[in-house]
C-alpha cells in the first residue's frame, strides 16, 4: 500500500454528458480518512476511513438512509489485493487488484451475473490523477445492430426514468428477450434472463490475480470461450482470441485517449471486419457490422451490459 501525499487531492472524472463527477480529497496530510463526493442532488458522499494507522483495512461508509457500508480489507501485508465487502444480503463483494507491484492499474470486479468490471488507471507516474472508465455514458436506450441476413438488431430500453429495469429485445420470429432487472434502489444485484430453452449464459473471469487476461465463456454445448488480453501496460490495445481451429482473432484498439470510436477488427482472409462505433457523446448507439452475408456467426451474441459507478 502507497500514501501519496502530493498533491493530497485527487479528481476522477467521467467525462460524459451525465456529470457523474467524483472528487476524492484527503483533507489532511497526517489523516488517513478521504473523501468522495458525487456532486448531484441524490447527495452520494462516501468517507473511506483507514481507522489505525497499522492497519490496511478501510471502511467506506454511504451515510444515507440505505445505509450501504463497505468495507475495504489488504488480506495480506505482501499482496496488492484488496476486497470491498458490502456486508447485506445480497453479498456484493468486490476484488480490486493491481496486477503487479509497478504498475498503477487497477481493476475492480463486480462477481455478479453481469459481471461490472471497472478499471481505473494513473495514466502518468507522476501525476496524481486517476481515471475511472464507465464504459457507456448514461443513456437509457442502447441499439446493437448486426445488420446481417438474418437481422440480428437487439434493443434494451430502460422504460421509466425511476425503474432499473432493463429490456433487450431481438424482434425475430423467436423471441429472444432479455431483462436486466435491478429489483431494489439500494441493492447492487443484477439478473439477466432469457426465457428461452438453450440458457445463454456467460461468464467472465479473471483466472489468476497477476494477469491482465480475461476469459468470457459461454457455457453452451459449442463452447465458444474468449480470452482478452491487453499486451503491454503502457497501450490501449486489447486482442480477443477464440481458441477454436479457425483461429478468430480480434484487437480493439483505442486510437486516441480522447476520442470514443472503438473499431473491432477480424485480420483474417475472409474480411470479417467489425466496427463499434460511439459516434457522438451524447448517443450510445453501437453498429457492429459483418459486411459478409455468408459468413454469419450461428450463436452470435452480444451482450450490453450497465455498469454502476465505482464506489
Excluded: N, S
Excluded at 106 to 124: A, E, N, Q, S
Aim: aromatic fraction near 8%; charge should be neutral.
Amino acid at each position: 500500500m502507497f500514501l501519496i501525499y502530493i498533491p493530497d487531492t485527487f479528481t476522477t472524472t467521467k467525462p460524459t454528458p451525465d456529470k457523474d463527477t467524483f472528487t476524492t480529497t484527503k483533507p489532511t496530510p497526517d489523516k488517513d480518512t478521504f473523501t468522495t463526493t458525487k456532486p448531484t442532488p441524490d447527495k452520494d458522499t462516501f468517507t473511506t476511513t483507514k481507522p489505525t494507522p497499522d492497519k490496511d483495512t478501510f471502511t467506506t461508509t454511504k451515510p444515507t438512509p440505505d445505509k450501504d457500508t463497505f468495507t475495504t480489507t489488504k488480506p495480506t501485508p505482501d499482496k496488492d489485493t484488496f476486497t470491498t465487502t458490502k456486508p447485506t444480503p445480497d453479498k456484493d463483494t468486490f476484488t480490486t487488484t493491481k496486477p503487479t507491484p509497478d504498475k498503477d492499474t487497477f481493476t475492480t470486479t463486480k462477481p455478479t451475473p453481469d459481471k461490472d468490471t471497472f478499471t481505473t488507471t494513473k495514466p502518468t507516474p507522476d501525476k496524481d490523477t486517476f481515471t475511472t472508465t464507465k464504459p457507456t455514458p448514461d443513456k437509457d436506450t442502447f441499439t446493437t445492430t448486426i445488420p446481417t441476413p438474418d437481422k440480428d438488431t437487439f434493443t434494451t430500453t430502460k422504460p421509466t426514468p425511476d425503474k432499473d429495469t432493463f429490456m433487450t429485445t431481438k424482434p425475430t420470429p423467436d423471441k429472444d428477450t432479455f431483462t436486466t432487472t435491478k429489483p431494489t434502489p439500494d441493492k447492487d444485484t443484477f439478473t439477466t434472463t432469457k426465457p428461452t430453452p438453450d440458457k445463454d449464459t456467460f461468464t467472465t473471469t479473471k483466472p489468476t490475480p497477476d494477469k491482465d487476461t480475461f476469459t468470457t465463456t459461454i457455457p453452451t454445448p459449442d463452447k465458444d470461450t474468449f480470452t482478452t488480453t491487453k499486451p503491454t501496460p503502457d497501450k490501449d490495445t486489447f486482442t480477443t482470441t477464440k481458441p477454436t481451429p479457425d483461429k478468430d482473432t480480434f484487437t480493439t484498439t483505442i486510437p486516441t485517449p480522447d476520442k470514443d470510436t472503438f473499431t473491432t477488427t477480424k485480420p483474417t482472409p475472409d474480411k470479417d471486419t467489425f466496427t463499434t462505433t460511439k459516434p457522438t457523446p451524447d448517443k450510445v448507439i453501437f453498429t457492429t457490422t459483418k459486411p459478409t452475408p455468408d459468413k454469419a456467426a450461428k450463436h452470435c451474441r452480444v451482450q450490453t451490459q450497465y455498469p454502476e459507478e465505482l464506489v
